[in-house]
């Protein structure tokens, strides 16, 4: 019985391919529509979708394995010249968003009108920030996220 609800919890904190925002339509529209948060070193790009307004983005037919919650990392190389440094934040980025999303998960899961909530981290340092900084910063942001989209939902949780 233990080792299921163990199973359970790591099987809650995968980071599956429906949940990676890979569609370039999705993407676009993020950079093109979403709102901007911003919390040093990450800035977050983000945009609610209904599912009206989904399937007019692909004409009626939305792909298969396109999740409520995608996520996309980018460390510009601008920022970050070397491949291995980029590498390196954006694995920390992510491990961040895997550990401490549940609450935005769970209020994009409870919103009636949302189909899919996409999410862009944009890395904005000029040198690597260790871990515990990445992680503080995403959960301020996942916080902002779910007050600004999901208002009723954080209150409840408060």
Excluded: C
Aim: aromatic share 8%; charged share 35%; net charge positive.
């Amino acid at each position: 019985m233990k080792d299921m609800d163990v199973q359970r919890e790591a099987a809650a904190l995968r980071f599956r391919k429906g949940e990676r925002l890979r569609l370039r339509t999705l993407v676009e529209q993020l950079f093109a529509k979403g709102d901007s948060l911003f919390e040093w070193p990450l800035r977050a790009v983000a945009r609610p979708l209904g599912a009206d307004a989904l399937g007019a983005m692909f004409k009626g037919h939305v792909p298969a394995g396109t999740g409520r919650l995608q996520m996309l990392v980018t460390v510009p190389k601008r920022r970050r010249r070397h491949a291995v440094d980029r590498v390196l934040m954006r694995r920390r980025i992510r491990e961040a968003w895997r550990l401490n999303r549940a609450g935005l998960r769970a209020a994009v899961g409870s919103a009636g009108g949302v189909r899919t909530f996409s999410v862009a981290f944009i890395y904005l340092a000029d040198k690597n920030v260790g871990y515990p900084k990445v992680e503080q910063s995403m959960k301020r942001l996942l916080a902002k996220m779910e007050k600004r989209y999901f208002p009723d939902d954080a209150e409840r949780q408060d």
